[in-house]
């Protein structure tokens, strides 16, 4: 029984801070708009090839994050995944000094959900084998 609530409070905390990373995510992304107001400008034709893949790396990490509500496990492996690689980019980009919080807060709900999704599967494996 103490490994279901080790369970829940894992699933529901990864997807606690999956709304709220993703949702500010989205919230950059749509008010930002595609318009050159502001200081950044996200007109695909703007954008240079590097700060092109980031953003894909992020907005992807961000939709995994939401997908994870259904496939705990895929969606939480393609978004720590895809956060590595942010910080991977960054790393040799030279620019982790300015972003490594974002590619943390990228994997972090990823993290959480792969724990749950393991303790899920130990839960139901030792369940089957009484």
């Keep these: 029984m103490r490994t279901n609530s080790w369970y829940l409070s894992l699933?529901?905390?990864?997807?606690?801070?999956?709304?709220?990373?993703?949702?500010?995510?989205?919230?950059?992304?749509f008010g930002e708009g595609a318009g050159p107001r502001g200081t950044y400008s996200l007109?695909?034709?703007?954008?240079?090839?590097r700060d092109g893949a980031l953003l894909a790396l992020v907005l992807g990490s961000a939709v995994a994050m939401l997908l994870?509500?259904?496939?705990?496990?895929?969606?939480?492996?393609?978004?720590v995944v895809l956060g590595a690689a942010f910080l991977m980019c960054c790393l040799i980009m030279q620019s982790m000094h300015r972003v490594w919080f974002?590619?943390?807060?990228?994997?972090?709900?990823?993290?959480?959900?792969?724990?749950?999704?393991?303790i899920h599967s130990q839960t139901r494996h030792a369940v089957g084998a009484h």
Excluded at 68 to 78: D, Q, Y
Aim: glycine fraction near 8%; charged fraction near 5%; charge should be neutral.
């Design 11 to 29: 699933h529901w905390t990864a997807r606690f801070f999956a709304v709220l990373i993703a949702g500010f995510i989205f919230l950059f992304f």
């Design 43 to 49: 007109i695909p034709s703007n954008l240079s090839f």
């Design 68 to 79: 994870a509500w259904f496939w705990e496990k895929w969606a939480g492996a393609v978004d």
């Design 102 to 118: 974002l590619g943390a807060a990228l994997i972090l709900p990823g993290a959480l959900y792969l724990a749950a999704a393991c």
